[in-house]
Nanobody, 128 residues
Framework: QLQVVESGGGLVQPGGSLRLSCAVS????????IAWFRQAPGKEREGVSC????????NYLDSVKGRFTISRDNAKNTVSLQMNSLKPEDTAVYYC?????????????????????WGQGTQVTVSS
């Protein structure tokens, strides 16, 4: 059974850091692109970052560039999102999603409809 599970969310003060992890099972991670999305209350779900199956390309939402870093360890079937210099506007439920190997190969928007397998999400709250 294919599963995607996020962890690492929590409450952090502005300027702080969190590291989200995405663990997958039931499929081989190296054949899939992985993306992180987030959804704040009353807002649309938006793509935050993605990483190609080989790790050779990464894309970021403009508002998180320079603060967030996505990485993957195919041997461990995990993908991480390191989030630094967090802001209150980063508060959202963060979702990990897996898509076909031809996703996230080039610069561009991270589209929700390109990722078929989703986790349940982990809450990130940035507040003093």
């Amino acid at each position: 059974q294919l599963q995607v599970v996020e962890s690492g969310g929590g409450l952090v003060q502005p300027g702080g850091s969190l590291r989200l992890s995405c663990a997958v099972s039931g499929f081989t991670l190296e054949y899939y692109a992985i993306a992180w999305f987030r959804q704040a209350p009353g807002k649309e779900r938006e793509g935050v970052s993605c990483i190609a199956s080989s790790g050779g390309n990464t894309n970021y939402l403009d508002s998180v560039k320079g603060r967030f870093t996505i990485s993957r360890d195919n041997a461990k079937n995990t993908v991480s999102l390191q989030m630094n210099s967090l802001k209150p506007e980063d508060t959202a439920v963060y979702y990990c999603a897996a898509g076909s190997s031809w996703r996230c190969l080039y610069p561009g928007a991270i589209r929700r409809d390109e990722y078929a397998y989703w986790g349940q999400g982990t809450q990130v709250t940035v507040s003093s």
